[in-house]
């Protein structure tokens, strides 16, 4: 499969995404959690009910933008569950333009595949809160143990590629400031914590069987629920 084949939206500039640089944001269908507080749930959630962007449409837009941008978001919905996203990266690739990817983490393995064999430069990590809150946080798709193993296999990675991770945390409701303190306290020594503000998720849930309003593709990337993976 190709992973150009779940690209369900496009924010063509972005200035929050990925600090210090102007990018562009790809949207990929598809994630392994259920967040309640999920601001992409119909991307994540039923990909198949939002139109399909084409790659061509897609490379020669950012070739337009290419002299300017610094660089590409790859982001879902989860990425890293999207079948073929080597080749997105492959072709991203093509144009010289740096690559991040944001995750939820859960897939450790492969964010450690995709860093040896240089096919992104840098990964932005949620770490949703304290482990015993995980399944809270997730509609019940990570246990407490579950998650701590797989962030501790990405923390590892950070300590060995430490110019090539981000983590954030978004504030949500049922975060307290003791939780934020104690995700805090799970980094390696010299990272940072990024925390981002919740906005509560509004008109993209596509609950009942109805066409979907949301669109492919964003305007400017300027507002925080594209740049939040509550
Ligand atoms: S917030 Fe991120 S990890 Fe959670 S369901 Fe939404 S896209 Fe998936």
């Given at each position: 499969?190709?992973?150009?084949?779940?690209?369900?939206?496009?924010?063509?500039?972005?200035?929050?995404?990925?600090?210090?640089?102007?990018?562009?944001?790809?949207?990929?269908?598809?994630?392994?959690?259920?967040?309640?507080?999920c601001?992409?749930r119909t991307?994540?959630?039923?990909?198949?009910?939002v139109p399909?962007?084409?790659?061509?449409?897609?490379?020669?837009?950012?070739?337009?933008?290419?002299?300017?941008?610094?660089?590409?978001?790859?982001?879902?919905?989860?990425?890293?569950?999207?079948?073929?996203?080597?080749?997105?990266?492959?072709?991203?690739?093509?144009?010289?333009?740096?690559?991040?990817?944001?995750?939820?983490?859960?897939?450790?393995?492969?964010?450690?595949?995709?860093?040896?064999?240089?096919?992104?430069?840098?990964?932005?990590?949620?770490?949703?809160g304290?482990?015993?809150?995980?399944?809270?946080?997730?509609?019940?798709?990570?246990d407490?143990?579950?998650?701590?193993?797989?962030?501790?296999?990405?923390?590892?990675?950070?300590?060995?590629?430490?110019?090539?991770?981000?983590?954030?945390?978004?504030?949500v409701?049922?975060?307290?400031?003791?939780?934020i303190?104690?995700?805090?306290?799970?980094l390696?020594?010299?990272f940072?914590?990024?925390?981002?503000?919740?906005?509560?998720?509004?008109?993209n849930?596509?609950?009942d069987?109805g066409?979907?309003?949301e669109?492919?593709?964003?305007?400017q990337?300027?507002?925080?629920?594209?740049?939040?993976?509550?």
């Open positions: 499969m190709n992973g150009w084949d779940l690209l369900r939206g496009i924010a063509p500039v972005s200035l929050c995404d990925w600090p210090g640089h102007v990018c562009s944001v790809l949207f990929f269908g598809g994630c392994n959690l259920r967040c309640p507080t601001h992409n991307i994540a959630w039923n990909p198949q009910r399909r962007l084409s790659r061509e449409e897609t490379m020669n837009d950012l070739a337009k933008r290419r002299s300017w941008l610094d660089g590409v978001v790859v982001t879902g919905g989860e990425a890293c569950i999207v079948a073929g996203i080597e080749q997105v990266f492959a072709d991203l690739r093509t144009m010289g333009l740096p690559i991040k990817l944001d995750t939820n983490g859960m897939r450790p393995d492969l964010i450690h595949e995709f860093l040896e064999q240089d096919r992104v430069d840098c990964c932005a990590v949620d770490v949703k304290p482990w015993d809150k995980y399944p809270q946080l997730t509609g019940d798709r990570v407490p143990g579950l998650a701590r193993k797989h962030l501790e296999a990405i923390f590892a990675l950070a300590i060995r590629y430490p110019e090539r991770f981000y983590f954030r945390c978004t504030k409701p049922c975060l307290t400031c003791e939780d303190a104690t995700t805090r306290s799970y390696p020594d010299g940072e914590l990024i925390l981002q503000d919740f906005i509560e998720p509004s008109g849930d596509c609950s069987d066409p979907c309003v669109s492919g593709v964003f305007s990337s300027t507002s925080l629920p594209l740049c939040d993976h509550a």
